[in-house]
């Protein structure tokens, strides 16, 4: 017998946060090639196939597989008033047992930035991720001088943690990161930021 059941979605005030389908494919291909400048110095390197339809399908598989079995939940942003696809905040790396954390990542389109989106989707993903995936700790990282991500993190409730040094390979370099999290039960008040 078949069993299916309702896929997540997270609703903000202008937005409907979703895992991605194949029909998505042009839409992302599109803002992800005309965004390449924006998103380049925050990013991995894209392989070559990066925006290859096979590629998309790939990403579609993996992303219900990973909801499915609760390892991740990688949300598209789409505006509702015109279902325009602005980019995607993903709660990736979720583990279970007494941990109860996963890792939030996240990017927009360039012609999308700075009009709250972002910190629209954040807060509505932490919420959700809370609410009713029953975690306790969200951890995000960013590079230092990424002041717009790091603005999107302390006003959503996450608050610095420190540096992790060579974290991540960013535009073909590793690279530092700073630290931040987010407690269901944060009582730590503001924290210092490095």
Known sequence: MLSFRRRPTVETERMTLRLPV??????WAGLREASIE???PWEPVWAHDHLSRKAFTNRVYWAGRAEQTGTALPMLMFR???NQLLGAVTLDNIRRGPVQAG???YWIGADFARRGYMKEAVQALVHF???QLDL???ESACLPENIAS???LEKSGFKYEGVAQSYLQINGRWRNHVLYAN???DRRGRTDVG
Do not use: K, P, Q
């Not at 194949?22 to 839409?27: C, E, G, P, T, V």
């Open 22 to 27: 194949h029909a998505d494919y042009r839409a």
């Open 103 to 105: 890792t939030m990542g």
């Open 38 to 40: 924006h998103l380049r």
């Open 136 to 138: 306790s700790r969200i």
């Open 150 to 152: 790091r603005g999107v």
């Open 129 to 131: 991720s809370f609410a």
């Open 183 to 185: 407690l269901r039960n």
């Open 80 to 82: 509702r008033e015109d």
